[in-house]
């Protein structure tokens, strides 16, 4: 399994953080991928569409790491 975690930014500031698994068998060339370039979504859907896909939202405050690389204090919601 391909783990990636990517800080997205506008205008350099911290937007949003993405962890994501990849099967390898779906995107074999994932790792070897320029994501300053291209998005980890952009580049998948390009190579594996989904067929289908479930989103869930919810509303939570986060741990140390999400805090670090968000540069976020600990009492700040996140979706």
Do not use: K, M
Not at 17 to 28: K, Q, T, Y
Not at 49 to 57: L, N, R
């Amino acid at each position: 399994v391909y783990h990636l975690v990517c800080v997205h930014r506008e205008d350099g500031a911290p937007v949003q953080l993405e962890d994501r698994f990849v099967n390898p068998a779906a995107a074999p060339d994932f790792l070897d991928q320029d994501y300053g370039r291209i998005t980890a979504n952009e580049y998948l859907t390009q190579v594996a569409p989904a067929s289908e896909a479930e989103h869930v939202v919810e509303a939570t405050l986060p741990d140390r790491e999400t805090q670090r690389l968000l540069t976020i204090g600990p009492h700040e919601p996140c979706l």
